[in-house]
């Protein structure tokens, strides 16, 4: 006869085998890690879709105004990809911009943004990654200009323009309005895209969102502030939502390019409740007069 041990001692034996510090109701989640890939565009960044490349094996090449930047492989091969990561090295790496043994990662990694992600969500995403096939293909050497390749130039730059950072809710905001905040400073990282930069390549904060002709892959990023003249401002709630449901603006238009990809492959597969509360908070942004044209080619 199979005897059933106490509820008590049953739920104790459970916890035991559980790692220090992670409950039953915190272990990690790779189908909510897929989601909050989507919530980032779906890292599409990591994917060469021009020429056909593997899911997230890197090797993409992105223009920006210091030379030509190359995705790393982050599937889970050990020889080329984040295989032989801990769980420790890619929160470092998503919040310090810190690789393995201590590698400065360039900051056209977007950890600007990623920094604020939640530990919670940054484990979850770490589990999804680890389901993601593996791709043997090792990443290319960066393409960027001198003084901009030096690594140890880096650290100077963090020192100047970074600092590592949580989310913080804002009390006396509702809950829509926090959502969408952190779904736009962090895990969407909009502000990498639509703010200008310096001459150094840090965004410049008094002009966060208000559109650059210099955004990823060399595209031009629209002003996405309230402002009625040169942003989104005649936007409503609705439009916002419809259009990263589909990439169609109000006037009939639809997402080229970049924010194609992220609409097609991120964003449209997030919850009408998220996209809602993106909406709230770019309403409530401050709007930026600051007129944009996208450059002749």
């Known amino acids: ?37 989507q919530a980032t565009g779906g890292c599409g960044c990591h994917t060469d879709y021009k020429h056909k490349g593997a899911k997230l094996a890197g090797g993409r090449p992105i223009k920006t105004p210091f030379g030509l930047a190359y995705a790393s492989n982050i599937t889970p091969d050990r020889n080329t990809g984040l295989g032989v990561w801990s769980e420790e090295d890619f929160v470092r790496a998503m919040t310090q911009g810190v690789g393995l043994h201590g590698k400065e990662l360039f900051p056209v990694f977007p950890y600007t943004s990623f920094t604020r992600i939640e530990r919670r969500d940054l484990r979850d995403l770490w589990a999804y990654l680890r389901t993601v096939p593996p791709v043997d293909q090792p990443s290319k050497e960066q393409g960027f200009a001198p003084p901009f390749s030096f690594r140890f130039g880096v650290k100077v730059w963090k020192a100047l323009n970074f600092k590592p950072e949580a989310f913080r809710p804002d009390p006396a905001q509702p809950e829509a309005w926090n959502r969408g905040a952190y779904l736009v400073t962090a895990l969407g990282h909009c502000a990498e895209c639509h703010t200008p930069r310096n001459p150094m390549g840090a965004l410049k904060s008094d002009m966060t969102y208000a559109g650059s002709v210099d955004g990823p892959e060399g595209e031009f990023a629209p002003n996405i502030t309230p402002d009625s003249a040169t942003g989104i401002g005649k936007w409503s709630t609705a439009d916002i939502v419809y259009y990263l449901q589909t990439g169609l603006d109000p006037q009939g238009d639809s997402a080229q390019g970049l924010m194609g990809e992220l609409i097609e492959n991120g964003y449209s597969k997030l919850t009408e409740q998220d996209l809602q509360a993106v909406a709230t908070y ?6 930026i007069y600051h007129r944009r044209e996208k450059r002749k080619t």
């Open 1 to 37: 006869m199979i005897r059933l041990l106490p509820p008590g001692l049953m739920a104790a034996l459970v916890l035991i085998c559980l790692p220090l510090g992670v409950t039953a109701q915190d272990a990690p989640d790779p189908k909510r890690g897929e989601y909050l890939v």
């Open 282 to 287: 770019l309403k409530a942004l401050k709007p």
